[in-house]
């Protein structure tokens, strides 16, 4: 087996408490990458966090942290420092949806999706990416979604935030690009999380039949792919969005 290059580096997994995040900590876990793990749920956190150390037999850390809120990437960031001194791997991956048609859609719902989704991805890309440039090293992956080139009924601004995640992923690939840090995108289509349980049968159902695979993604697949993105097999690839949905959108 080839060796990925990831032994030891530290990595922040945003929301990595649950769904996808778990499976991108759990994937990098396996390959001996020291994970810090945030989720708004302090015990959720420490709970994962220990699992995942216990069953890797890796140094993990957990942390509360709201990704809209600057002052608490800026502490989670500092926390990462003055505990390792590096960061070598952001995955943007914290995600809400707050769902309604766009008519009916309460400002407050808008702005809420809006901070966490993208705002989120902004503070932590801010804050880590001034340690990135000390190291002239670091890999960042966002998570946007397959609906931010599409867009989807109820979902004005879950699907704003993922299109302006991909733009954000572009622009900050482009500024970074000549500092050793490459700056890229997953967008998954529907994958078995808590996120998609909330969907009812009839909307399931619909899903299913528009993705040509006819069955819904593995956390674990979306996980294979991040995996690529910060590990050495990518190194000349930054400013790309791989989609990770069954064939369901094709360019
Ligand atoms: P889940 O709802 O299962 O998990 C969301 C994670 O985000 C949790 O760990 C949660 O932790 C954390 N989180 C929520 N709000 C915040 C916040 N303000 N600050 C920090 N962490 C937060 O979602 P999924 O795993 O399904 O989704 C993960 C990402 O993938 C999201 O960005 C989502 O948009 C994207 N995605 C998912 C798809 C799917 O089909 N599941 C499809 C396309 C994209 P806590 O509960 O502790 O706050």
């Known amino acids: 087996m080839s060796d990925l290059g990831l032994s030891n580096k530290i990595a922040l997994i945003t929301g990595g408490t649950r769904g996808l995040g778990r499976a991108i900590a759990e994937k990098l876990a396996e390959e001996k990458?020291?994970?810090?793990?945030?989720?708004?749920?302090?015990?959720?956190?420490?709970?994962?966090?220990?699992?995942?150390?216990?069953?890797?037999?890796?140094?993990?850390?957990?942390?509360?942290?709201?990704?809209?809120?600057?002052?608490?990437?800026?502490?989670?960031?500092?926390?990462?420092?003055?505990?390792?001194?590096?960061?070598?791997?952001?995955?943007?991956?914290?995600?809400?949806?707050?769902?309604?048609i766009m008519m009916m859609m309460k400002k407050e719902n808008w702005n809420k999706v809006l901070n966490i989704n993208l705002t989120g991805a902004f503070n932590c890309t801010k804050f880590v990416s001034k340690h990135m440039l000390k190291q002239k090293s670091g890999s960042i992956v966002n998570i946007t979604s397959v609906v931010g080139v599409t867009g989807n009924v109820g979902q004005a601004n879950y699907s704003a935030s993922k299109a302006g995640l991909i733009g954000f992923t572009k622009t900050v690939a482009r500024e970074l690009a000549d500092r050793g840090i490459t700056v890229n995108a997953v967008a998954p289509?529907?994958?078995?999380?808590?996120?998609?349980?909330?969907?009812?049968?009839?909307?399931?159902?619909?899903?299913?039949?528009?993705?040509?695979?006819?069955?819904?993604?593995?956390?674990?697949?979306?996980?294979?792919?991040?995996?690529?993105?910060?590990?050495?097999?990518?190194?000349?690839?930054?400013?790309?969005?791989?989609?990770?949905?069954?064939?369901?959108?094709?360019?």
């Open 189 to 251: 289509g529907y994958i078995s999380t808590d996120m998609t349980s909330k969907l009812s049968d009839k909307i399931s159902q619909e899903i299913l039949c528009k993705i040509p695979m006819k069955t819904y993604g593995s956390p674990e697949s979306v996980a294979n792919a991040v995996l690529f993105l910060v590990s050495n097999m990518s190194q000349y690839i930054t400013g790309q969005v791989i989609n990770v949905d069954g064939g369901m959108v094709m360019y």
């Open 33 to 100: 990458v020291k994970v810090v793990v945030t989720g708004t749920n302090e015990d959720r956190a420490n709970r994962v966090a220990n699992e995942i150390s216990l069953a890797y037999n890796i140094e993990t850390l957990s942390l509360k942290h709201d990704v809209s809120s600057e002052e608490s990437t800026k502490e989670v960031v500092k926390c990462i420092i003055d505990k390792s001194k590096r960061i070598d791997i952001l995955v943007n991956n914290a995600g809400i949806t707050s769902d309604g």
